[in-house]
Structures are given as C-alpha cells and as structure tokens.
C-alpha cells in the first residue's frame, strides 16, 4: 500500500513515517516510479513502532527495543512509567482544586478542612512506617479488603486524636444501630468520631439516609467522622464530594494511602473492589474463603 494509506492505518502521519525512515526504524521498498510501498512486513514494523511511541519512548529507546535490546526497554519503560505516576498525581490534584472552586461557587463557601491532624507509628501487620494526615476532611472514609488491617488503622486514628471516640461494631451492632450512631454524633465531647463498619446493622435505605444526613452535618460541624465501610451506599466513588477523602488500608499491607475519587488515580481501582451493595455485604457478612487442600 501506499503512504498515505499506510499513514491512515496506522493512526499517523505520513511526515511521522519519514521521520522513522530517516532514523533508520523503517525501509519500505520503492517502485520503480520512486514511490514508496508498504507490504506486510513493514506494517507490522511501522505498527511496533507505532505501539512503542504510544508509550513513551523515544526513538531511540523504540530502536533499541526493535534490535532485541529488552534490557533497555525495561528500563526505559520503568522511568516512564514513574513519570506518569507523577503526571496522574499531578492531575488529579488538579481535579480536587477544580472540584473544590466548583464547590465554592455552587454553595457560597469554602470546603472545610479539619484543624486536627494526625501521626503516628504503625502497628502490626505494617512495619513500623510513619503515618501521617495533615488534611482531614470532615467525612473520611476508610476502606479495604479483608485482612488488610482496617480496623487496627481506625483503633490506632482514634487513639492518635486527642479526645476522639471509636464506635465498635458490637455498639453498631445494637437493635437500632441508627439512633445509636446518630446520638454519638450529637454528642459535644469528642473531638472525632471513627465508626468501625458504619453500615452494620442496617438496610440499603437507612445507609442512603443516614449518609444523606452526614453530608448534610458536615456542611455546618467541624467536628470529624472517619467512617470504616466496604458498603457501596455508604461510599459511592461518584458521589464523593470535596468536604470528603478516602483512606485505603491496602491488601498488601503498604502504608494506607488517601485516594483520589476518580477513575485512574492511585488506589481507586483497589477502592472500587473493596465496596459492595448492602444485599452482597449482608450475604457474605462472617464468610471467610476456603479452598480444600489437595490430598
């Protein structure tokens, strides 16, 4: 085929292909009139180098790559890959401060923000890292898998707050968990507030309510919630809102993070698997995975 079908096939321009012809990545043959053609060989080069740009590299890092030199595109890859770790954090911090200014003008104020803040060694199942929040939200969430450690987290938040309360499951786990919740909240003694499983005890509409509620409180109190869920009506990533942040206790055991609410961000895709409808938590509530061993 021609160049300009070439081009058209490959999503490129045809000055893009004479820039890989000139450094050598590309030797389409001529036809006797001068012209050059592309057979299938030479789509399946210039679609690599297509491929590899898309990530990237440069052209000499897509030259090394396509004479075997793997070593090199390791390492080429991994340093790019850093690079848009950085470019990812760097644009979603740009989306909370858009969504913030959003924030202003459609209610007339300023997302607040704690004047509290938090550090502290942490425990068993990590090693020991420093933990530390500066930027606590009057609602922060604080999500993770089975076994990743959540609730000693959420101990170790409380005890690290000076005048905070935990709320234990068995205290949520009472016959009307709602008022008991909602009764600690009016409560002026503590400073902040860590629910363990704020979705326990309770059906869908109630934690649709009650988170209803809580957002509603958290516009005019400064005092803060750190609610522990895995219950998509208590934490929809979609409605997350700039007086709220998420806290992900990884299933590896990393150091817990803040995670951003939007798709692509660092841990929002770990966040998503943690949360499920309140039917799906209520069926599998206490259920532990087991595989039968080989005989």
Known sequence: MSSSEAARRLGVSIKALRVYERCGLLAPPRTAAGYRVYHAEEMARAARIVALRSLG????????????????????????????????????????????????????????????????????????????????????YIVGPLGSGKTRFARCLAEAIPGAMFLSQERMEAPDARTALLSVLRAQGPTAIVVDMVEQGLDRATQETLIAHLRERAKVDTQPLFLMTRSSSILTLAAVGADEAILLCPANHSPPICVAPYPGAPGYEAVATCLASPEVRARTAGVIAWRRQAS
Do not use: Y
């Open 57 to 140: 590299l440069r052209l000499s890092q897509v030259a090394r790559v396509l004479d075997g030199d793997l070593q090199s595109a390791d390492v080429a890859l991994a340093a790019h890959e850093q690079t848009l770790e950085k470019e990812i954090r760097r644009l979603v911090s740009t989306l909370q401060k858009v969504r913030t200014l959003r924030t202003d003008r459609a209610s007339g104020g300023v997302p607040q923000s704690s004047a509290l803040n938090v550090a502290f060694d942490l425990p068993w199942p990590w090693a020991g890292e420093r933990f530390e929040l500066t930027d606590i939200r009057p609602i922060n």
